[in-house]
Nanobody
Framework: VQLQASGGGLVQAGGSLRLSCAASGRTFSSYDVGWFRQASGKEREFVATITRSGGSTTYADSVKDRFTISRDNAKNTVYLQIDSLKPEDTAVYSC???????????????????WGQGTLVTVSS
């Protein structure tokens, strides 16, 4: 499966963005999907993950209550709604797909087999 993230941009603190992760391939609904981000000079960080059916989601503590992950398998797309943006949310956001055994495993990038190019989110103060 091939993934492409989009929807990033420059936004003021307190604003919102909706990122999309579009996938090719008929088997997209078979994969769990995660969002990760990497700020300049920092390690990649887990953001959120959603199971293949969309029935379960997991968030990093730093983003829960502000970020919402969802998916539309009919459109082969996973979304990340980002609200109340903060300057520390500035990063390249990437989506990944794989078979994830549980919510803990979903936090680690090495458990995902497929990655898309990221989209840059810049939050100004």
């Amino acid at each position: 499966v091939q993934l492409q993230a989009s929807g990033g941009g420059l936004v003021q603190a307190g604003g919102s963005l909706r990122l999309s992760c579009a996938a090719s391939g008929r088997t997209f609904s078979s994969y769990d999907v995660g969002w990760f981000r990497q700020a300049s000079g920092k390690e990649r960080e887990f953001v959120a993950t959603i199971t293949r059916s969309g029935g379960s989601t997991t968030y990093a503590d730093s983003v829960k209550d502000r970020f919402t992950i969802s998916r539309d398998n009919a459109k082969n797309t996973v979304y990340l709604q980002i609200d109340s943006l903060k300057p520390e949310d500035t990063a390249v956001y990437s989506c990944a797909a794989g078979y994830i055994v549980d919510s803990t495993a979903g936090r680690y990038p090495w458990n995902y087999a497929y990655w898309g190019q990221g989209t840059l989110v810049t939050v100004s103060s």
